[in-house]
């Protein structure tokens, strides 16, 4: 099991920006498909961002594509979603999930199910 923290939410104005961290505890961050999602009021979760383990490879949501920008770095066991040209309707709890299931360094995790550990979470709040 992995400890997961995030920070760097906040209230922004329509068009910034913001940059989430999430900080993981373990010494085998590295080998864990990372991902971002996100859940308004009255809404599913739904998936943001993905990244693999090796760090080569990511995805994204079509709604985020362009905007947002997933990263990591594996040496201080961080991972990253800088967030530009922010909207009302990205407003929501952000969290980031961890695989830690052993998978190949290239796969991108997309679905809920297949994260197995969540941090609490981070509010954005995108006024306009």
């Known amino acids: 099991q992995v400890h997961l923290l995030e920070s760097g939410g906040g209230l922004v104005q329509a068009g910034g920006s913001l940059r989430l961290t999430c900080a993981a505890s373990g010494r085998t961050f590295s080998s864990y498909a990372m991902g971002w999602f996100r859940q308004a009021p009255g809404k599913e979760r739904e998936f943001v961002a993905g990244?693999?383990?090796?760090?080569?490879?990511?995805d994204y949501a079509d709604s985020m594509n362009g905007r947002f920008t997933i990263s990591r770095d594996n040496g201080n066991n961080l991972l990253y979603l800088q967030m530009n040209s922010l909207k009302p309707e990205d407003t929501a709890v952000y969290y980031c999930a961890a695989r830690t299931s052993p998978g190949s360094r290239w796969y991108v995790p997309i679905r809920r199910s297949e994260f197995s550990s969540w941090g609490q979470g981070t509010q954005v709040t995108v006024s306009s």
């Open positions: 990244i693999s383990s090796s760090n080569i490879k990511t």
